[in-house]
């Protein structure tokens, strides 16, 4: 997940929850947010030294999605997080991912090019691998000022 952005109107029973896009650009969060209305994507991870400052997600934490806007799209709960090394992620996970052709290797292929980008990456690096629900969609322009 990406920096928490400012905070996007949301309705007030969500307004109190963290609020994230996914990936590292305008484009990349309007596509990933898209495979996740669409139910395509199940799945996110990320490198554990993005949890510094931050908890590993847990079961029953919920997160308001934004596409690349910052506009809130979905509400998410995470069902399952699990830490593992990057070699370790196996191909019923890349698959949940929902990205590319779905496999293991793109999976690899991806992930490295990122974790790469922000300054490290090596095989055996923690990644946080979390799967979640939507639990409901919104519609930004109803919760617009």
């Known amino acids: 997940m990406s920096k928490q952005p400012p905070k ?4 007030p029973v969500y307004q109190h929850l963290p609020q994230y896009a996914f990936g590292h650009t305008k484009e990349m969060a309007d596509a990933l947010c898209a495979l996740v209305l669409d139910g395509k994507k199940t799945a996110t991870s990320s490198a554990l030294y993005h949890y ?3 908890p590993v997600p847990e079961p029953g934490d919920c997160t308001v999605l934004l596409d690349g806007a910052g506009r809130p799209r979905c509400v998410i709960e995470c069902v399952e ?4 090394p990057f070699n370790e992620v196996d191909a019923k996970f890349a698959a949940e991912e929902g990205e590319g052709d779905k496999s293991l290797a793109h999976w690899r292929k991806t992930h490295e090019a990122s974790f790469k980008r922000e300054g490290y990456f090596a095989p055996d690096m923690l990644v946080v691998c979390e799967r979640f629900r939507v639990v409901e969609r ?3 322009k109803r919760v617009a000022k």
């Open 8 to 11: 996007a109107p949301v309705p």
């Open 52 to 54: 510094e400052e931050d």
């Open 81 to 84: 997080a699990d830490v593992v």
């Open 138 to 140: 919104l519609d930004f």
